[in-house]
């Protein structure tokens, strides 16, 4: 995958952010703790979580999956 091409968008399938919302929801992870962890401010982090957001800037994304210890593709999977 090359990953300077990632766009995050919003597709016809759940959205990006929406998966990144439930996956902190499963596993009891609070959003506070990407707001820490990422240094994005509260109100990105909500807007994101809740697919508020038209879009996810690629070094948005990338500092939400490190901050998780998560692989890059995890929440693009269903959206390519």
């Not at 929406?18 to 401010?41: C, D, H, N, P, W």
């Not at 999956?65 to 995890?74: D, I, Q, R, S, Y």
Request: with cysteine; proline share 1%; hydrophobic share 40%.
């Amino acid at each position: 995958m090359n990953y300077e091409n990632i766009v995050v968008e919003r597709s016809e399938h759940m959205e990006v952010g929406k998966r990144i919302g439930q996956y902190l929801r499963e596993r009891g992870i609070k959003q506070a703790f990407l707001v820490s962890a990422t240094g994005m401010t509260a109100c990105a982090v909500s807007d994101i979580c809740s697919g508020a957001r038209k879009t996810i800037d690629v070094v948005e994304y990338w500092k939400i999956c490190k901050a998780l210890a998560v692989p890059l593709e995890t929440f693009l999977e269903e959206a390519a």
